[in-house]
């Protein structure tokens, strides 16, 4: 069974960090796109960044660029998120999924398919 886990999220300061997971279960990794995206409450989901497969390229949300950096190990079949300098507006509900349709990045979220359950990452004082 097809199956990704976020993990990593919780509560940290402004100006904080910290290092988000996707692991997958049920296939490999590495030959997929993976992406990041985020929902705020009352918000609409959002793309934050995403990495080829075999990890040759990434992308990231303007919002996020120069903040967060996105990586693979595939020997260990996980995607990850490290996020710097958090704030407030960071706030959201972060999910992980792989581009079934093909091994690049695509800005079309319709793409991503198996969603994993999501983490929470809160940035408050």
């Known amino acids: 069974q097809l199956q990704l886990v976020e993990s990593g999220g919780g509560l940290v300061q402004p100006g904080g960090s910290l290092r988000l997971s996707c692991a997958a279960s049920g296939f490999t990794l590495d030959y997929y796109a993976i992406g990041w995206v985020r929902q705020a409450p009352g918000k609409e989901r959002e793309g934050v960044s995403c990495?080829?497969?075999?990890?040759?390229?990434?992308n990231y949300a303007n919002s996020v660029k120069g903040r967060f950096t996105i990586s693979r190990d595939n020997t260990k079949n996980t995607v990850y998120l490290q996020m710097n300098s958090l704030n407030p507006e960071d706030t959201a509900v972060y999910y992980c999924?792989?581009?079934?349709?093909?091994?690049?990045?695509?800005?079309?979220?319709?793409?991503?398919?198996?969603w994993g359950q999501g983490t929470q990452v809160t940035v408050s004082s």
């Open positions: 999924a792989p581009n079934t349709r093909d091994s690049y990045c695509s800005p079309d979220l319709s793409d991503y398919k198996y």
């Open positions: 990495i080829s497969g075999r990890g040759g390229s990434t």
